[in-house]
């Protein structure tokens, strides 16, 4: 029997609990419980996509493993963006920019929970064309990331422009997380869980691998999170904080084994 490896294994469970997600107690409503849900499982797509992407090719850039664009304080600024237009347009934000205004200058509205219920159709479909956009381009450099996790000396020596990398990842960096902030709300530590336990599934760094497994493990734990809301605690929580619940406790446990390590 061919052995299945812990990488596809996770797409099997994410396409399984997808379809429980979809269709559990939903009467097979669909003029109204099913497309709703659908509505949410992309957004989990979308922003378990930016998370992963976004989070692993900074951990490269940095050859750092505990830092992400969030702890960096990446989410804040966009947060701040917001509240700032908002304290200073207040409601005439919206007026005078639109809706798809407001959608391209303030990252789509981020709010401080994770939440899959706000996303409307119109966000969603520019959400996801940004995320496919920048997955498409920077999957043509997926060789140039294999290299920069050498370092930079071993980069430039191999003939990598540096420089020119770094700015051109940390500028897709920096809409993926203007993305996911606006869909789902700062995730804090979801990045560095979800790159860590990436890295150990992959057993090899190799972008090709490691994106789109981050990205499943991402949309994995949404959706089991989402599940836990309705079914187990029924609203009584949110999906916010049980991620951040899991993905901060193990950031602590690791910073406990990092500033332990010799």
């Not at 490691?210 to 079914?231: D, K, N, R, S, Y």
């Amino acid at each position: 029997m061919m052995h299945l490896q812990p990488r596809h294994a996770v797409w099997i469970v994410v396409v399984t609990l997808a379809l429980i997600f979809v269709f559990l107690h939903s009467g097979l409503d669909f003029d109204y419980v099913i497309p709703k849900r659908i509505a949410r499982l992309t957004a989990m797509l979308i922003g378990g996509a930016a998370i992963a992407w976004s989070s692993i090719t900074f951990q490269t850039l940095t050859g750092n493993r505990i830092l992400t664009p969030a702890i960096m304080g990446y989410e804040a600024v966009y947060l701040l963006w917001q509240a700032l237009l908002i304290l200073f347009m207040g409601s005439a934000s919206l007026v005078l920019l639109g809706v798809n205004g407001n959608f391209v200058l303030s990252v789509l509205q981020g709010f401080s929970q994770a939440s899959f219920n706000r996303a409307q159709p119109l966000q969603l479909l520019f959400s996801g064309l940004l995320v496919g956009a920048v997955c498409l381009l920077g999957r043509k450099t997926l060789p140039t990331l294999d290299v920069l996790c050498l370092g930079r000396d071993q980069a430039v020596s191999l003939g990598v422009d540096y420089r020119r990398n770094v700015r051109l990842h940390l500028a897709l960096i920096a809409i993926l997380v203007a993305v996911s902030t606006s869909l789902l709300g700062p995730t804090a530590f979801m990045g560095v869980f979800v790159a860590n336990i990436t890295y150990a599934l992959a057993r090899t760094f190799r972008h090709r691998v490691t994106l789109p497994l981050g990205g499943a493990i991402a949309t994995g734990m949404f959706i089991t999170a989402q599940l836990l809301v309705e079914h187990v605690f029924n609203y009584k929580t949110t999906v916010g904080i049980l991620v951040n619940l899991v993905c901060g406790g193990y950031f602590l446990v690791l910073m406990v084994r990092t500033r332990g390590a010799p």
